[in-house]
């Protein structure tokens, strides 16, 4: 039910173009995946969703077991049916939140207990727990549950958490039966070379329909993470879809892509949507400025997305200024819409052997400017 086929090649770097197939379909990579924590992209519909070309999107394992729970949505027919939406579906484990719940929780060899941040009770995530959860929810794709320790730390408190998340990888593969449901194993290891190398080591041996880089963006500098995705991304296997997590961003998406990743994901599109602000090329607009007030030209008009075929900045200026949700949810669909052109407009860079480190659409003179 799952395979992955790499159709091209960069002639210049390690950027590849590939498609993951999966029960509820194909997706082509490199490729970003929008962010639905509780089965539901904010402020976006799975309709509205389809316009923006997603192919893949995620949801959250802890976040769907605290509400609904995932009885209720197994009820309902699965995560798929229970949110209206055909295409293919990840899950993370419930592993980011080891960390960024870091003062709800502790940690140890057999799983992590919570304090529920709704009502104060307990909850304990074990790695069987966690595939537990993620079979009844009825993704594509779950995730093995892993400790992703936070930046900065000691060498010693890096391997411990690599340690741990090996051995709960081992405890996910002996729990998941569902053969409908790829389980990835993600790799750690810090800003240490050799404990990052021993972990794609580690996880790779399981032989996995996927694999995923966690533990970026969690606070280090900027060249460290860029250093990470140099260094580790080339050894992970090239067989299978490799997986950046939590990564949304123009410069480390082509940097990553150019060293071989595949997939990627990250809140950033609907949180700045929220925030009143737009993705258009490489910068970042405010619409609440008041240079946007008098300015009807559409947002981008090289855009195909609802925000840029219908309306003006000064329609959205005078949303996103008075507080109207409509404002919010076209920003978000433009941002989803602006980082899926972006890897898509890097595709067809890879295919013509124009794509590079630096790549930017905007300023290209290659075929994908025009897909941009």
Same mark, same amino acid.
């Given at each position: 039910?799952?395979?992955?086929?790499?159709?091209?090649?960069?002639?210049?770097?390690?950027?590849?173009?590939?498609?993951?197939?999966?029960?509820?379909?194909?997706?082509?990579?490199?490729?970003?995946?929008?962010?639905?924590?509780?089965?539901?992209?904010? %402020? /976006? =519909?799975? $309709?509205?969703?389809? &316009?923006? +070309?997603?192919?893949?999107?995620?949801?959250?394992?802890?976040?769907?077991?605290?509400?609904?729970?995932?009885?209720?949505?197994?009820?309902?027919?699965?995560?798929?049916?229970?949110?209206?939406?055909?295409?293919?579906?990840?899950?993370?484990?419930?592993?980011?939140?080891?960390?960024?719940?870091?003062?709800?929780?502790?940690?140890?060899?057999? %799983? /992590? =207990?919570? $304090?529920?941040?709704? &009502?104060? +009770?307990?909850?304990?995530?074990?790695?069987?727990?966690?595939?537990?959860?993620?079979?009844?929810?009825?993704?594509?794709?779950?995730?093995?549950?892993?400790?992703?320790?936070?930046?900065?730390?000691?060498?010693?408190?890096?391997?411990?958490?690599?340690?741990?998340?090996?051995?709960?990888?081992?405890?996910?593969?002996?729990?998941?039966?569902?053969?409908?449901?790829?389980?990835?194993?993600?790799?750690?290891?810090?800003?240490?070379?050799?404990?990052?190398?021993?972990?794609?080591?580690?996880?790779?041996?399981?032989?996995?329909?996927?694999?995923?880089?966690?533990?970026?963006?969690?606070?280090?500098?900027?060249?460290?993470?860029?250093?990470?995705?140099?260094?580790?991304?080339?050894?992970?296997?090239?067989?299978?879809?490799?997986?950046?997590?939590?990564?949304?961003?123009?410069?480390?998406?082509?940097?990553?892509?150019?060293?071989?990743?595949?997939?990627?994901?990250?809140?950033?599109?609907?949180?700045?949507?929220?925030?009143?602000?737009?993705?258009?090329?490489?910068?970042?607009?405010?619409?609440?400025?008041?240079?946007?007030?008098?300015?009807?030209?559409?947002?981008?008009?090289?855009?195909?997305?609802?925000?840029?075929?219908?309306?003006?900045?000064?329609?959205?200026?005078?949303?996103?200024?008075?507080?109207?949700?409509?404002?919010?949810?076209?920003?978000?669909?433009?941002?989803?819409?602006?980082?899926?052109?972006?890897?898509?407009?890097?595709?067809?860079?890879?295919?013509?052997?124009?794509?590079?480190?630096?790549?930017?659409?905007?300023?290209?003179?290659?075929?994908?400017?025009?897909?941009?």
């Amino acid at each position: 039910m799952f395979s992955f086929q790499v159709k091209a090649n960069c002639p210049n770097t390690r950027a590849r173009v590939g498609c993951f197939n999966t029960p509820h379909g194909s997706v082509d990579t490199p490729r970003f995946m929008p962010v639905g924590t509780l089965g539901t992209v904010k %402020g /976006v =519909s799975s $309709r509205q969703l389809l &316009d923006t +070309s997603a192919q893949m999107i995620l949801a959250n394992t802890y976040h769907l077991h605290l509400q609904p729970g995932e009885d209720v949505v197994k009820a309902a027919g699965g995560l798929h049916q229970f949110m209206g939406w055909d295409g293919p579906i990840l899950t993370d484990s419930g592993g980011f939140q080891v960390f960024s719940l870091a003062e709800l929780n502790q940690v140890n060899d057999d %799983g /992590v =207990s919570f $304090r529920n941040p709704r &009502d104060g +009770s307990q909850i304990y995530l074990t790695p069987e727990k966690a595939i537990e959860i993620q079979m009844a929810l009825g993704s594509d794709v779950a995730m093995a549950l892993d400790q992703c320790p936070p930046y900065p730390a000691t060498e010693n408190d890096v391997e411990e958490a690599s340690r741990r998340t090996h051995a709960w990888l081992e405890r996910c593969v002996e729990a998941h039966q569902k053969s409908n449901q790829a389980l990835f194993g993600i790799v750690q290891g810090g800003c240490f070379s050799h404990l990052r190398a021993k972990s794609v080591k580690t996880v790779s041996g399981f032989d996995l329909p996927g694999i995923a880089l966690g533990g970026v963006s969690v606070g280090e500098p900027i060249n460290e993470m860029h250093k990470i995705v140099r260094q580790i991304a080339p050894l992970l296997p090239e067989e299978k879809p490799r997986y950046l997590m939590g990564i949304g961003t123009f410069k480390e998406m082509t940097i990553a892509i150019a060293n071989g990743i595949d997939l990627f994901d990250c809140v950033l599109p609907t949180r700045l949507g929220r925030h009143g602000t737009a993705l258009v090329r490489d910068e970042r607009w405010n619409l609440r400025n008041a240079c946007f007030r008098n300015d009807h030209a559409p947002l981008d008009k090289t855009c195909p997305c609802e925000a840029c075929r219908n309306y003006g900045r000064s329609y959205l200026h005078h949303l996103i200024r008075s507080g109207e949700l409509l404002g919010l949810t076209l920003l978000s669909l433009h941002n989803i819409t602006t980082l899926i052109r972006f890897t898509t407009a890097i595709t067809q860079a890879i295919v013509e052997g124009s794509f590079s480190e630096d790549f930017a659409p905007w300023q290209s003179d290659s075929k994908a400017h025009h897909t941009w």
